[in-house]
């Protein structure tokens, strides 16, 4: 029946979907899975825009943390290569208005204490400590990628 093709199509998509993962978590060891998104660094380091690029050229997107949950995940990474990282997080359009990189205001947020300061007027990224906490920091400075699918 119609019904009966759509669910076999519906299993097909859901299988290539997992295969597509496994890819990814195989190609990328250093991953971490959250619910639906997985956060994987590749060991890169750059500034934001050169962080930015190489994730969406992998078919990802610099991580962009909405929870807890995947903040933590975000932290462990630190936390094994001990590095801080960059997130896809910035205020650059407008000073101390937080938005994801397709420009919606961040929902969830962990800064350190005193933080987001702008320090000296050039501040507009995000990095993660080893702590999980943040500090806005200038995107030119270099940090590790992590990216997120
Ligand atoms: O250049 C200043 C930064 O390295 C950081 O220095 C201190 O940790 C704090 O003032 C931070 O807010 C600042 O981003
Ligand atoms: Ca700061």
Known sequence: ???????EFQNLGTLTENISLCFLV???????IVGEKIFMTSGYEGNFDSLKQRCS???????SPRNAAENAAIQ??????????FLGINDIQTEGRFTYLNGENIVYSNW???EPNNDKG???CVEVYSSGKWNDKSCGEKRLIVCEF
């Open 76 to 85: 462990q990474i630190v936390v094994l290569y001990n590095k801080s990282v």
């Open 57 to 63: 050229q992998a078919g990802g997107q610099l991580a």
């Open 26 to 32: 195989i190609m990328f060891p250093n991953g971490r």
């Open 122 to 124: 050039i501040e507009d």
């Open 112 to 114: 350190q204490t005193r």
């Open 1 to 7: 029946s119609g019904q009966e093709l759509r669910s």
